[in-house]
């Protein structure tokens, strides 16, 4: 159905982060309340993730003027994975458009993990959703370009803009999981089987591998989040990187969609949209705030970092950030109904 509202002005209404020094203490209180949290498992289905130290924790908070709040291990590298399909969704529907995505990708949560080939079946072969692997699979075999390696130096380009940095791939992360992703093949290959990618689906499998073994650090995240939050524009470089427009569609999609089949109960307790990855990355983003940038590798049963998802609930109530939250406007409210006994 199209929800004929095109025409109409979108209008922002959002406010600024609490002062610096604020932030900076609360973002050690986080830390800290996440940083006792030892559940959880690194992951281990692509070999060389169960590498990392359970124990790295870093924390960050980039705000749309560019200051940066850290805490801990914000400067150790791990591969983006997941996260990548925010970004990855977030160039494609600048160059193809909200609508041609929407057709050709969705945004409905499956309910199940993120690499379900039963969620393809129950749906007609349809990808459902940007964030879970059979979408972003999709949706990396819409990005512009005459070759594979076209769109990998596309891609690539897109997420360093994000970062403000040149991104590097991890190449043992990229050979690790090209010598193991036999599932994400077999996805490709049914997406190809009912038409949903017209690609060769080994090449897009190699070009979304790529993109999800990039290394990045919790501050990097922060900085991509904050880009979001910015109304596309970076705001360490100054770089638009994407429109308002597709800003607000991703940060729709990720809030969805963002943590797999526990989105859910993440809308529920942070009231942000996100995007989690299996090496411990978690991106949230504060529209018209702030980014904030969580590395800690050890996995709820859904595939997301537990510490990352503490210190951001903290973060979020600390300094309301929830986007559902709202207060009494008590003083109109008042002040009208004075207005009224007194009859003026
Ligand atoms: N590269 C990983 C995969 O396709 C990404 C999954 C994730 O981070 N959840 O399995």
Known sequence: MDIDVHDVEQRVG???????????ELLQLAYEHAGRHREGAVADYIPILAAADPEAFGLCVVDVDGV??????????????????AFVYALVVEQLGHQRVLDVVGVNNTGLAFNSVVAIELNDGHPMNPMVNAGAIATTALMPGRSSADQWSAVRNGLSRFAGRDLEIDDEVYRSESGTNHRNRAIAQLLESYGRIERDPADVVDVYTRQCALAVDARDLAVMGATLADGG??????????????????????ASNGLYE??????FEIGLPGKSGVAGGLVTVAPGKAGV???????????????????????????????FA??????TRISATTAERSGS
């Open 262 to 267: 526990s989105s859910g109960e993440w809308l």
């Open 68 to 85: 940066v709040h850290e805490h801990g291990d914000t400067r150790i590298r791990f591969s983006i994975q997941s996260i990548s399909k």
């Open 293 to 323: 940038g969580a590395y800690a590798p050890r996995l709820d049963a859904a595939g997301n970092s537990v510490r990352g998802q503490i210190a951001t609930a903290y973060l979020s109530r600390a300094l309301g950030l929830n986007i």
């Open 233 to 254: 524009v970076n705001p360490i470089t100054g770089d638009q990187v994407v429109s308002a427009e597709t800003c607000r569609d991703t940060l729709a999609v990720l």
């Open 326 to 331: 709202s207060a009494a406007r008590q003083s």
């Open 14 to 24: 959002t406010g600024p982060l609490p002062p610096g020094t604020t932030v900076d």
